[in-house]
């Protein structure tokens, strides 16, 4: 069966496309936020996953607010990015899986989750800039399928449900038939508000909270609504459910989890930043 041997989270702002195309990892604005990635990039050249099972919010690009899916699940074989409108270069298509794909649709669906499946999906920014924050190479080494999950358009799905999707994940992936070994990434948050009356609105003490609760008891943020969770967090700041999702499916996997690096800085853009890879032990 296949191994799940870790979980990876990070923001996802599409500025950072623009300071990668111009190498600004060491300018002094970015690089406190580039800094969390080499120890991460450095376990990820160990253990070498085959496979990443991304989720993450799609922005417009892919579904717009006139069909907005709650959960949706790729399986096409090849993710195709484009042009969304913030000035940043366009990345070539990244590959996918299609035999996890599939997997994942019929164990899902097998476990009540109704999901949306996807065999031609466009990704954006917060698909595109964490796999070449992660993978920076040319070409992406791991084989991805996507999961996206609705933050854009109310009403979205509840943290309780979105760690319960992140379970069932892991426990597909735990049952495909495959010797592969495969991550999980979680991307965008952590507390950021991009418009409205509270645009810039950043809260620390929540992210610390939120980042301390992934190591210690992961279910903590579960007990919150979806409105509790935008006013702590921002409006955009409830992206941080593609953290718990991942969560949700490092809790099926292995004896423990020891946490490879965290790192946490505010602000890039109007985002408090965060990274967290985290490894199952046998
Ligand atoms: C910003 C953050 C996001 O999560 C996003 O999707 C777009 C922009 C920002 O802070 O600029
Ligand atoms: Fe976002």
């Known amino acids: 069966m296949a191994q799940l041997i870790g979980g990876l989270a990070t923001s996802h702002i599409p500025s950072i496309g623009g300071a990668i195309a111009k190498g600004l990892q060491q300018d002094p604005y970015w690089k406190p936020f580039f800094d969390g990635f080499p120890p991460i990039r450095d376990w990820l050249g160990q253990v070498r996953p085959d496979v990443a099972v991304v989720f993450y919010n799609d922005h417009g690009l892919n579904f717009f607010l006139d069909k907005m899916p709650t959960f ?33 649709i019929n164990t899902l669906i097998d476990k009540e989750f109704d999901i949306v499946s996807c065999q031609e999906m466009l990704v954006d920014h917060a698909f595109t800039l964490p796999l070449k924050l992660f993978w920076p190479d040319e070409v992406c080494p791991v084989l991805t399928v996507p999961v996206c999950i609705n933050t854009v358009q109310f009403p979205l799905p509840s943290a309780k449900r979105v760690y319960a999707l992140g379970k069932a994940v892991g426990e597909a992936i735990q049952s495909w038939d495959s010797d592969l070994k495969v991550v999980v990434m979680g991307t965008g948050g952590l507390s950021h508000q991009l418009d409205g009356e509270r645009a810039g609105f950043i809260n620390k003490a929540f992210d610390l909270q939120f980042l301390e609760s992934l190591r210690s008891n992961p279910e903590w943020a579960t007990q919150f609504s979806i409105h509790e969770l935008v006013e702590k967090t921002g409006t955009q700041g409830v992206e941080l459910l593609m953290w718990l999702a991942m969560r949700g499916a490092l809790s099926t996997a292995g004896s423990g989890l020891r946490q490879v690096h965290c790192n946490y800085h505010i602000p890039i853009s109007n985002t408090a930043t965060g990274v967290l890879a985290m490894e199952t032990l046998d």
């Open 72 to 104: 949706a699940v790729g399986a096409a074989p090849e993710y195709l990015n484009a042009d969304e409108g913030w000035g940043i270069p366009t990345l070539p298509p990244f590959k996918g899986n299609q035999d996890l794909s599939w997997h994942l």
